[in-house]
Protein backbone atom coordinates (compact mmCIF):
# COMPACT_ATOMS: atom_id res chain seq x y z
CA UNK A 1 0.00 0.00 0.00
CA UNK A 2 1.10 3.55 -1.07
CA UNK A 3 0.86 6.45 1.32
CA UNK A 4 0.80 10.00 -0.43
CA UNK A 5 1.13 12.97 1.76
CA UNK A 6 1.04 16.48 0.15
CA UNK A 7 1.85 19.92 1.12
CA UNK A 8 2.47 23.37 0.42
CA UNK A 9 -0.78 24.76 -0.14
CA UNK A 10 -1.78 27.74 1.23
CA UNK A 11 -3.25 31.24 0.18
CA UNK A 12 -1.30 33.35 -2.39
CA UNK A 13 -1.70 36.41 -4.38
CA UNK A 14 -2.46 36.35 -8.36
CA UNK A 15 0.42 36.30 -10.09
CA UNK A 16 2.10 34.71 -6.54
CA UNK A 17 4.18 31.66 -6.21
CA UNK A 18 3.55 28.31 -4.01
CA UNK A 19 5.24 24.67 -4.05
CA UNK A 20 3.70 22.08 -3.62
CA UNK A 21 5.59 18.39 -2.27
CA UNK A 22 4.12 14.64 -1.76
CA UNK A 23 6.12 12.39 0.14
CA UNK A 24 5.64 8.73 -1.15
CA UNK A 25 5.82 5.57 1.30
CA UNK A 26 4.75 1.66 1.38
CA UNK A 27 6.60 1.08 -2.55
CA UNK A 28 9.90 1.58 -4.02
CA UNK A 29 9.44 5.06 -5.35
CA UNK A 30 11.01 4.72 -8.45
CA UNK A 31 8.47 2.25 -9.55
CA UNK A 32 5.71 4.84 -9.38
CA UNK A 33 4.41 7.52 -12.49
CA UNK A 34 3.60 10.00 -10.20
CA UNK A 35 0.23 13.07 -10.67
CA UNK A 36 -0.70 16.30 -9.61
CA UNK A 37 -4.48 16.70 -10.26
CA UNK A 38 -6.63 19.48 -8.84
CA UNK A 39 -10.34 19.58 -7.83
CA UNK A 40 -12.99 22.29 -7.13
CA UNK A 41 -16.87 21.76 -5.41
CA UNK A 42 -18.97 19.89 -7.96
CA UNK A 43 -16.54 19.01 -11.08
CA UNK A 44 -14.07 16.48 -11.84
CA UNK A 45 -10.71 16.02 -11.34
CA UNK A 46 -8.78 17.62 -13.52
CA UNK A 47 -4.84 16.61 -14.49
CA UNK A 48 -2.61 19.41 -13.77
CA UNK A 49 0.90 17.37 -14.49
CA UNK A 50 2.39 14.19 -14.36
CA UNK A 51 5.82 13.02 -14.25
CA UNK A 52 7.06 9.63 -15.29
CA UNK A 53 9.36 7.00 -12.98
CA UNK A 54 12.71 8.51 -13.71
CA UNK A 55 11.55 11.66 -14.23
CA UNK A 56 12.59 12.04 -17.60
CA UNK A 57 9.42 12.78 -19.21
CA UNK A 58 5.89 14.68 -18.37
CA UNK A 59 3.14 16.31 -19.46
CA UNK A 60 1.41 19.38 -18.40
CA UNK A 61 -2.11 20.13 -18.19
CA UNK A 62 -3.92 22.54 -20.72
CA UNK A 63 -4.97 25.38 -18.28
CA UNK A 64 -0.97 25.27 -16.64
CA UNK A 65 1.47 25.39 -19.75
CA UNK A 66 4.48 27.46 -19.44
CA UNK A 67 3.40 28.47 -15.69
CA UNK A 68 3.52 24.81 -13.56
CA UNK A 69 6.59 22.26 -13.40
CA UNK A 70 6.63 19.23 -12.20
CA UNK A 71 9.34 17.42 -10.94
CA UNK A 72 10.77 15.03 -8.64
CA UNK A 73 13.46 13.50 -6.54
CA UNK A 74 13.47 9.56 -6.39
CA UNK A 75 15.67 10.04 -3.62
CA UNK A 76 13.98 12.19 -0.94
CA UNK A 77 10.42 10.03 -2.43
CA UNK A 78 9.11 13.48 -3.25
CA UNK A 79 7.26 14.62 -6.33
CA UNK A 80 7.03 18.28 -6.59
CA UNK A 81 4.83 21.39 -8.29
CA UNK A 82 5.80 24.22 -8.41
CA UNK A 83 3.34 26.82 -9.39
CA UNK A 84 3.92 30.44 -11.32
CA UNK A 85 2.23 33.05 -12.35
CA UNK A 86 -0.97 32.31 -10.33
CA UNK A 87 -4.30 32.97 -10.92
CA UNK A 88 -8.19 33.02 -8.98
CA UNK A 89 -8.95 30.25 -11.46
CA UNK A 90 -6.27 27.95 -9.85
CA UNK A 91 -7.68 28.26 -6.34
CA UNK A 92 -8.92 24.27 -5.94
CA UNK A 93 -7.91 21.25 -4.16
CA UNK A 94 -4.97 19.91 -5.70
CA UNK A 95 -3.73 15.92 -4.97
CA UNK A 96 -0.79 14.00 -5.60
CA UNK A 97 -1.49 10.31 -7.24
CA UNK A 98 0.23 7.53 -7.82
CA UNK A 99 0.06 5.06 -10.53
CA UNK A 100 1.95 1.59 -10.82
CA UNK A 101 2.28 1.54 -14.39
CA UNK A 102 4.18 3.16 -16.84
CA UNK A 103 1.58 5.39 -18.11
CA UNK A 104 1.87 8.79 -18.08
CA UNK A 105 -2.44 9.46 -17.70
CA UNK A 106 -4.16 11.97 -17.32
CA UNK A 107 -7.55 10.23 -16.08
CA UNK A 108 -8.01 10.31 -12.33
CA UNK A 109 -9.30 6.41 -12.90
CA UNK A 110 -6.41 5.33 -13.74
CA UNK A 111 -4.15 6.04 -10.85
CA UNK A 112 -4.22 3.56 -7.83
CA UNK A 113 -3.31 5.96 -4.86
CA UNK A 114 -4.37 9.50 -3.37
CA UNK A 115 -3.24 11.75 -1.41
CA UNK A 116 -5.74 13.92 1.10
CA UNK A 117 -5.26 16.77 -0.78
CA UNK A 118 -3.75 20.54 -0.37
CA UNK A 119 -5.86 23.34 -0.37
CA UNK A 120 -4.80 26.22 -2.81
CA UNK A 121 -6.69 29.86 -2.51
CA UNK A 122 -5.54 32.45 -5.00
CA UNK A 123 -6.80 36.11 -4.61
CA UNK A 124 -6.63 38.95 -6.51
Known amino acids: QVQLLESGGGLVQAGGSLRLSCAAS????????MGWFRQLPGTEREVVAAISRSGSTTRDGDSVKGRFAISRDNAKNTVYLQMNSLKPEDTAVYYC?????????????????WGQGTKVTVSL
Open 97 to 113: AADGTFRLSKFPDDYDY
Open 26 to 33: GRAFNTLT
